[in-house]
Nanobody
Framework: VQVVESGGGLVQAGGSLRLSCAAS????????MGWFRQAPGKEREFVAV????????LYADSVKGRFTISRDNIKKTVYLQMNSLKPEDTAVYYC???????????????????WGQGTQVTVSS
């Protein structure tokens, strides 16, 4: 599967953005999907993951209550709605797909086989 992110940009603190990740291939619903991010000078970190049919969702503590991950298996797209953005949310956001047999989605990056190129999110103070 190939994934392509879109929707990044520049936003003021307190604002909102919605990221999209469009996947190719016929079996999108076989993949757990995740959003990860990498801020300048920092390692890439987990943001949110969602199970194959959306039944299991996990968030990083830093985004809980502000970000919402969702997916549309017909459109083969996963979304990340980001509200109440903070300057510390500034990062390149990556979409990733996990095609393993894991029953639940994982927050471990090395379990994700397919990655997009990333989309830049910049939050100004």
């Amino acid at each position: 599967v190939q994934v392509v992110e879109s929707g990044g940009g520049l936003v003021q603190a307190g604002g909102s953005l919605r990221l999209s990740c469009a996947a190719s291939g016929r079996t999108f619903s076989n993949y757990h999907m995740g959003w990860f991010r990498q801020a300048p000078g920092k390692e890439r970190e987990f943001v949110a993951v969602i199970g194959r049919i959306g039944g299991t969702i996990l968030y990083a503590d830093s985004v809980k209550g502000r970000f919402t991950i969702s997916r549309d298996n017909i459109k083969k797209t996963v979304y990340l709605q980001m509200n109440s953005l903070k300057p510390e949310d500034t990062a390149v956001y990556y979409c990733a797909a996990d095609g393993s047999a894991n029953y639940y989605p994982t927050t471990r990056q090395n379990e994700y086989d397919y990655w997009g190129q990333g989309t830049q999110v910049t939050v100004s103070s």
